[in-house]
């Protein structure tokens, strides 16, 4: 007769967590939605059920997507202001709804990244 091994607890797949926060997924499973809206995180994943109401982002993302939004815009308004010599008239036409549109569109991935890395934080200090 073989001896009754314990059951070992069922290990989460592996999944890069800063892929799936980038992606607005839970960075748990992979699986689950992170978002409830455009910047509400779920209370719990749908799919593995990890608890998002301890996490807290606060406006972490929010500085870094200023930073890299407004440095990418000043810097090629320079540039285009130096090589060409545009009215600044046309340069504010193009440059602020420039930097309104790459604010909003890297800011749900920007805070997904945030709660990834701080998941990965919080587990790679309690271990």
């Known amino acids: 007769m073989d001896p009754v091994l314990p059951l070992e607890p069922a290990k989460p797949a592996r999944i890069n967590a800063i892929r799936a926060g ?11 939605r992170l978002f409830a809206g455009f910047l509400k995180v779920v209370d719990r ?14 406006d972490g993302a929010a500085i870094f997507i200023m ?7 000043v810097f ?15 340069l504010l036409l193009v440059s602020l709804p420039l930097v309104a549109g790459l604010s ?10 945030m709660i990834a890395l701080q998941m990965r934080g919080k587990m790679d200090g309690a271990r």
């Open 45 to 58: 994943c749908a799919v593995c059920g990890f608890d998002y109401s301890r996490m807290n982002t606060g």
């Open 67 to 73: 930073q890299i939004a407004g440095g990418l815009v």
């Open 22 to 32: 980038l992606l607005c997924r839970c960075p748990n499973c992979g699986k689950g």
């Open 104 to 113: 909003i569109g890297l800011m749900r991935p920007g805070k997904g990244l």
């Open 76 to 90: 090629s308004a320079l540039y285009v202001q130096i090589a060409f010599d545009p009215p600044i008239w046309l």
